[in-house]
C-alpha cells in the first residue's frame, strides 16, 4: 500500500522520536513523581488510607527517588522547592520517605554522605529515640535543631563532610537519612525502641502539620 | 489470539436490574453456594441478597434455572470506631459459603473489620396454642388461664429467615480483604493488610494469627497481603499474595505465625523494565486456588497468571486480560484506576478463567483451546435471553464495525467480581449495582 519513501519517512520519525525519549522520559518521571506525592499527601491526611494504595505510591516515590539519585536528578527536583519556602508537603513527603532503609542506604553510597561514624557513637544514637513522640520537625530549621539535639556534637559532624552551601533541604534530608542509614547497619543499634512508631503516629503527625 | 469462542451458546437468560442506582447499591461481593443452587451478592450497603435457582419445570422448559431473589438481609451496619473517630464502613468486602451440613443454609460475610456468620432458614409451619402467650406473643394475664394446651405446629406461608449466629470483630487493625473457609470446615480464616487470622467457627472471642508480614517500623512498610485463600483440600495450607507480586504457599504445620518469607512464587523481574507504573501494575489483585489441581491462579492489573507449585520462578501460563492498557497505565495511575481490584474465577473443572475488565467487560480463556473471548453485561445490549456477542476492542489504526477504541471505553463501569456456578456453565457477573447472569443456550 505505501510507498517506500512513506516508510522510510516513518522510521526517521520513529528516530527523532526516540532522539527525543530521553528528556522527555524525565519529564514523565518528575510528573509521575509529583503526582505520587500528591496522592501520598492526600493519603496522610485520611485517619485511616487504603495501605495497599498509600504502600505502592510510596515505593513508586522511593523507586523514582532511588533512580533520579542514580542518575543525579534528584537535587535537582527537589533543590528549589527547598530554595525558597519549602512547600511543607514536600517537606513531609519527602522526609518520611527518606527514613525509609532502602533510599537511606542508596542515599549513603552518595559522595556528599557524611563521613561513616563508628559503631560505638551508633549505638549511643540507637538508644536515643528517634522523634520524641507525636513532635516532628516543621520547618528545616527544626529539622537541624533535632539533629543536633539528638546527638549532641555529631550535628558537626554529620554536616563535616558537606560544603557550607549545602546547608538546604537536600542536605539536610541526605544527612538524616545516612544518619539513620547508618543507626540500622551499626549492630549495637539494632532495633532501637524508639523506632517503631505505628502509621496512627504518623497520621498524628501530620495531622499536626496539617493543622499548623 | 483470537476472540473467536463460539458465544452463540451463551445466552443471557437473566437479567435483574437496580433501575435507581446509589452508591450502596453498588455490588462488591458475588459467590454462588456449593451447590450452585444459591447465589448471594454482598454490597456496599451492608446487604445481603441471596438469590435462588429456580425448580425446573417441565411446562415452561426456557424458564429452566432462573435465579430469583430468596432472601435479602442487612449483614453489617455502618459503625463508628471512638477510639480512633473513623467510621467503619458497612460494605460487604466478601462472602464465603459452608458446606451445606442440614435443611439451612450457613454463610460468612465480611466488612473491613467484623466477620459475620450468618444461618439461612426456612420456615413453614408455626407453633400455636401457647398457655402462657397469646398468638401475638404477649403474656396472658395468669388469671385467665384455666386450662392446659399442647401447642401445635400449623402450615403458614414459607419465611426465609437470616439470623448472625457469631460475630468474629475487634481482629483486625487493618481492612479485611479475604476470608476463606478451611477444608476441615470447623475453621476459617480472614486476611487484612498485614495480618492472616485463624478462627474457629464456634469461638468468637480468639483467634490465632497465622501471618503477619507487619515490619517493627512501620516506614519500613512497602508489602501488603492483598489476597488470602485456604488450599481446597490440605487444610495445613493456605497461600496468600502481596501488592509486590508475589503469592506465598504456608504450611500452618511448619510454622505458628509465618513472618519471613517462605516458599513463594515470582517471576523475575525484567532489568529492562523501566517502568514505574508497570510495576505498581503487578500488584495481585486475587489469588485463587484450582479445585482439581495443584495450580493457582492470580490476577494482576494486566494479566491472569496461573502458577504450578512445582514451578517457583515462573507461570506455566499468562492471559493478557487488556493488554491495550499498557500504554495507558500512566494515566491509569492519575485516576487511581491502576489500583482496581479485579477478581477472577475458575470454572467447575479449572478449564477457563474468568475475570473482569472496563467498560463493563469481562474475559473469559480456555486453558486448554487457548481461546479467549471479550463479553459485555450492558442493559443496552443484552435482553433476556439474547445471545451474547463477542467485543473487541481495537488499538490506533482503523476501527472496523462491532469494534470499540481503547479511547472511547468507559472506566467507570468496572467489573470487579464475578462467579461461575460450581458444577455447570452458569455465570454471574456484577456490573456496578446491575447483577447478570448468563448460562448456556438450553438445548
Not at chain 1, 104 to 115: G, H, K, Y
Not at chain 2, 336 to 364: A, H, L, P, Q
Amino acid at each position: 500500500m505505501f510507498a517506500r519513501g512513506l516508510k522510510r519517512k516513518y522510521a526517521e520519525a520513529q528516530e527523532a522520536q526516540e532522539a527525543a525519549a530521553v528528556p522527555a522520559y524525565g519529564l514523565q518521571r518528575q510528573s509521575l513523581l509529583d503526582m505520587s506525592l500528591v496522592k501520598l499527601q492526600l493519603c496522610h491526611m485520611l485517619v485511616e488510607p487504603n495501605l495497599c494504595r498509600s504502600v505502592l505510591i510510596a515505593n513508586t516515590v522511593r523507586q523514582i527517588q532511588e533512580e533520579m539519585s542514580q542518575d543525579g536528578s534528584w537535587r535537582g527536583a527537589v533543590a528549589p522547592q527547598a530554595a525558597g519556602r519549602a512547600p511543607l508537603e514536600r517537606l513531609v513527603s519527602t522526609e518520611l520517605l527518606c527514613r525509609s532503609g532502602t533510599a537511606a542506604s542508596e542515599l549513603c553510597a552518595r559522595p556528599t554522605a557524611p563521613a561513616p561514624r563508628g559503631p560505638k557513637s551508633g549505638g549511643d544514637e540507637g538508644a536515643d529515640p528517634r522523634g520524641d513522640g507525636g513532635r516532628v520537625p516543621t520547618s528545616l530549621d527544626q529539622i537541624l535543631e533535632t539533629l543536633e539535639r539528638r546527638s549532641p556534637g555529631s550535628g558537626d559532624e554529620l554536616f563535616a563532610a558537606v560544603d557550607g552551601s549545602y546547608y538546604d533541604l537536600d542536605a539536610v534530608l541526605t544527612g538524616a537519612a545516612a544518619h539513620e542509614g547508618l543507626e540500622a547497619l551499626s549492630p549495637a543499634a539494632a532495633a532501637p525502641p524508639g523506632c517503631k512508631s505505628d502509621l496512627g503516629e504518623r497520621d498524628h503527625v501530620v495531622e499536626i502539620l496539617v493543622e499548623a | 489470539m483470537e476472540e473467536d469462542i463460539d458465544t452463540r451458546k451463551i445466552n443471557n437468560s437473566f437479567l435483574r436490574d437496580h433501575s435507581y442506582a446509589t452508591e450502596a447499591d453498588i455490588i462488591s461481593a458475588v459467590e454462588f453456594n456449593h451447590t450452585g443452587e444459591l447465589l448471594a451478592t454482598g454490597d456496599k450497603g451492608g446487604r445481603v441478597v441471596i438469590f435462588q435457582r429456580e425448580q425446573e419445570s417441565k411446562n415452561q422448559v426456557h424458564r429452566r434455572g432462573e435465579y430469583n431473589v430468596y432472601s435479602t438481609f442487612q449483614s453489617h451496619e455502618p459503625e463508628f470506631d471512638y477510639l480512633k473517630s473513623l467510621e467503619i464502613e458497612e460494605k460487604i468486602n466478601k462472602i464465603r459459603w459452608l458446606p451445606q451440613q442440614n435443611a439451612a443454609y450457613f454463610l460468612l460475610s465480611t466488612n473491613d473489620k467484623t466477620v459475620k456468620l450468618w444461618k439461612v432458614s426456612e420456615r413453614d409451619k408455626r407453633p400455636e396454642g401457647y398457655n402462657l402467650k397469646d398468638e401475638e406473643g404477649r403474656l396472658r394475664d395468669p388469671a385467665t388461664i384455666t386450662t392446659l394446651r399442647v401447642p401445635v405446629l400449623r402450615p403458614m406461608d414459607l419465611m426465609v429467615e437470616a439470623t448472625p449466629r457469631r460475630v468474629f470483630a475487634n481482629a483486625h487493625t487493618y481492612h479485611i480483604n479475604s476470608i476463606s473457609v478451611n477444608s476441615d470446615y470447623e475453621t476459617y480464616m480472614s486476611a487484612d493488610d498485614l495480618r492472616i487470622n485463624l478462627w474457629n467457627f464456634e469461638i468468637t472471642n480468639q483467634s490465632f494469627n497465622i501471618a503477619d508480614i507487619k515490619p517493627a517500623n512501620m516506614e519500613e512498610l512497602t508489602e501488603v497481603i492483598t489476597a488470602a485463600e485456604f488450599h481446597p483440600h490440605h487444610c495445613n495450607t493456605f497461600v496468600y499474595s502481596s501488592s509486590k507480586g508475589t503469592i506465598r504457599l504456608c504450611d500452618m504445620r511448619a510454622s505458628a505465625c509465618v513472618t519471613g518469607t517462605p516458599n513463594f512464587l515470582k517471576e523475575p523481574e525484567d532489568p529492562s523494565n523501566r517502568s514505574f507504573s508497570l510495576k505498581l501494575s503487578s500488584s495481585i489483585s486475587d489469588v485463587k486456588f484450582s479445585q482439581q489441581w495443584e495450580d493457582i491462579m492470580t490476577r494482576d492489573y494486566l494479566t491472569v497468571k496461573v502458577w504450578d507449585l512445582n514451578m517457583e520462578n515462573r507461570p506455566i501460563e499468562t492471559y493478557q486480560v487488556h493488554n491495550y492498557l499498557r500504554s495507558k497505565l500512566c494515566s491509569l495511575y492519575e485516576n487511581d484506576c491502576i489500583f482496581d481490584k479485579f477478581e477472577c474465577v475458575w470454572n467447575g473443572s479449572d478449564s477457563v478463567i474468568m475475570t473482569g475488565s472496563y467498560n463493563n467487560f469481562f474475559r473469559m480463556f480456555d486453558r486448554n483451546t487457548k481461546r479467549d473471548v471479550t463479553l459485555e453485561a450492558s442493559r443496552e445490549n443484552s435482553k433476556p435471553r439474547a445471545i451474547l456477542k463477542p467485543r473487541k476492542v481495537c488499538v490506533g489504526g482503523k476501527r472496523r464495525k462491532d469494534e470499540i477504541s481503547v479511547d472511547s471505553l468507559d472506566f467507570s463501569k468496572k467489573i470487579l467480581h464475578t462467579a461461575w456456578h460450581p458444577s455447570e456453565n452458569i455465570i454471574a457477573v456484577a456490573a456496578t449495582n446491575n447483577l447478570y447472569i448468563f448460562q448456556d443456550k438450553v438445548n
